[in-house]
């Protein structure tokens, strides 16, 4: 390719409404243009990494024995009906009408489709494993799309559908598509992690997310790096960190907290440390009667030590919460605890409430907690003498970098990333609801067992750079770089002896499969490496006058702080071995 022919259209500044890095750089590097918002157009610079991320999972997704098929954009709301998804997916959904006033959606995910595909095609055990997978646009109506590609409404991605005869069956293809997108992101060459998460909207039992470490990164990831354990922190588990309940040793005290309606005041006031105290936090489920009709509510009372916080995720899986809860109104607590938010706690309950504990404060002894009166909290509280065990132990908080691991190895860290990829083993959700069934072995029908990976194909760019960048711009791990290498010719319309060599050290390269652009736009030096920096092109060849009268040009890997003097005969080997492909 020579860049007199390709469209370049690098811009110095980007738009003022650019929020993110990878947006800025996508932007000035001449990579996207906005059309809406959340919704972009892929120019020919960008287009090409786009590609190349798509030909890598193509590859590994083949590879995995996963069989490649387009499903169509706009879905028939039928099918979306026949899950219940239609009217619980909500606004992200955008829906529409055609002529004949018949309900669509355009796809935001596929279960529907290619459930309904699988209980047309698959009539016999014969036929299982069976792994569908498309790379199709997608579309969310995001509330606030925002970071360029990271959250847009419009985007590239790769869902994939595996159908098998087993639970144990399906165990294996999760086992195989996790192991193929573990070979896509290291050929991506990106720093991930592979982390255990909850299963979210689309269900199922077994999660994991593939993250791409960045310190912009919108999710937390916890690991412990003495072991192998990592997971999302909506999912990773908060041991204890009190090694049993102690004696009580102080007495039950109403003390006097005027104004201090918070655990960090209320530490401060009485000079002890914060994680003597207990926060108390109020949810609400609304029950329903025989008829379906509403009938009250349940008001549910859990305690986590002052300095943590609740992991609303975690309590959603909890018994009694996992149908859905609330935070409880003012007027509910009103009646329940007789005092406003603030000094709420579990001693002198106006009327019964369910209470869970965290397993930290299930252990704790002489604790601090609010008195269920405005401006006093108790101090000295412990369990069974001051207040019943609690309903419930369990985890419900999010843990904090240094806890203990859970698999007993160590100390846990905590880091930023990118969620790029998840696979879930769905189970017989949408086999059953769907009743896509195959004619088993004995002859008798049975629903699929499924699973779902997805990867965020035009997310990957926004990932990729949120990781690999400088003040200069882009920096492309190789693999998914626009172009391996640029030659940037000095002086091309004056000196026939650098354009000699230049296109010389161009089709050599070209005939070595390498994925290389030539400058031939006679730009000063200055421009073009801009230029190329902006962009990210992991090699840059720069060949002069002087330095062809001494029989050398220059190589400077995107990442080197200086180019290097290299031999005009051995620049074409160097490049080769730069890119592992000589």
């Not at 997978?133 to 790769?158: A, C, H, N, S």
């Not at 689309?202 to 354990?229: L, M, N």
């Not at 975690?314 to 009646?335: P, V």
């Not at 609690?390 to 007993?408: C, F, K, Q, T, Y």
Request: contains cysteine; aromatic residues 8%; proline residues 4%.
């Amino acid at each position: 390719m020579r860049a007199s022919q390709f469209h370049l259209s690098t811009l110095k500044e980007a738009p003022s409404d650019a929020e993110v890095v990878s947006q800025q750089l996508m932007l000035r590097a001449g990579m996207i243009r906005k059309a809406a918002a959340g919704i972009y157009s892929y120019m020919p610079m960008g287009l090409r990494s786009i590609r190349k991320v798509e030909t890598i999972i193509r590859e590994e997704m083949n590879r995995a024995g996963a069989m490649e098929l387009v499903m169509p954009l706009v879905q028939p709301a039928e099918l979306w009906q026949e899950t219940g998804r239609w009217d619980k997916m909500g606004p992200e959904m955008l829906r529409l009408k055609d002529r004949h006033e018949r309900d669509f959606a355009l796809q935001p995910t596929s279960e529907e489709v290619v459930t309904d595909i699988a209980r047309q095609e698959l009539k016999s055990y014969r036929q299982l494993p069976r792994n569908f997978y498309q790379i199709q646009t997608k579309f969310r109506d995001e509330r606030r799309p925002r970071f360029g590609v990271m959250r847009g409404r419009e985007f590239t991605m790769k869902d994939a559908y595996s159908f098998d005869r087993s639970e144990e069956a399906a165990g294996r293809s999760y086992e195989l598509m996790f192991a193929a997108y573990t070979r896509i992101f290291d050929r991506l060459g990106l720093e991930y992690r592979a982390v255990a998460a909850d299963t979210g909207a689309i269900g199922g039992d077994r999660s994991h997310e593939f993250q791409v470490i960045a310190d912009t990164g919108e999710d937390a990831i916890v690991y412990c790096p003495g072991s192998g354990y990592a997971a999302n922190i909506e999912l990773a588990e908060a041991v204890s960190l009190l090694a049993g309940r102690g004696k009580a040793r102080q007495a039950l005290e109403k003390t006097p907290t005027p104004g201090k309606a918070t655990c960090e005041d209320v530490a401060a006031l009485l000079g002890v440390p914060l994680d003597t105290t207990v926060k108390s936090l109020v949810l609400a489920t609304d029950d329903v009667d025989e008829r379906g009709q509403p009938a009250g509510a349940t008001i549910w009372l859990l305690l986590v030590r002052g300095d943590h916080a609740l992991n609303e995720v975690k309590a959603g899986k909890l018994e009694g919460l996992k149908a859905g809860f609330r935070f409880a109104t003012e007027a509910e607590i009103a009646e329940h605890f007789g005092c406003r938010p603030g000094y709420l706690g579990p001693i002198g309950l106006k009327k019964p409430v369910k209470i869970i504990a965290d397993r930290t404060v299930a252990d704790m002894a002489d604790f601090i907690c609010g008195a269920n009166e405005a401006d006093f909290h108790f101090t000295g509280v412990n369990w069974g003498r001051d207040l019943p065990e609690p309903d419930l132990v369990a985890d419900i908080r999010n843990v904090v970098e240094g806890n203990p691991s859970p698999d007993g190895k160590g100390v846990l860290a905590i880091q930023r990333g990118i969620e790029v990829g998840h696979v879930f083993y769905l189970g017989t959700r949408y086999s059953k609801a769907m009743n896509a069934t195959f004619l088993d072995e004995d002859g008798k029908p049975k629903h699929f067992e499924m699973g779902c990976y997805g990867i965020g194909v035009t997310r990957i760019l926004g990932a990729a750079i949120e990781q690999n960048h400088d003040a200069r711009g882009i920096i492309w791990p190789t693999a998914i770089a626009p172009f391996e290498v640029v030659i940037c010719p000095v002086g091309w319309g004056k000196s026939e002896a650098v354009r000699d060599e230049a296109q010389k050290l161009y089709g050599a390269l070209l005939a070595q499969g390498v994925d290389v652009i030539l400058d031939d736009r006679d730009e000063r030096p200055g421009v073009m490496f801009a230029d190329w920096e902006l962009i990210g092109v992991p090699h840059r060849v720069t060949i002069g006058d002087r330095g062809l009268k001494e029989g050398l040009v220059e190589h400077q890997g995107r990442r080197d702080a200086e180019a290097g003097k290299l031999a005009v005969a051995d620049i074409a080997a160097h490049v080769l071995g730069m890119l592992g492909k000589a």
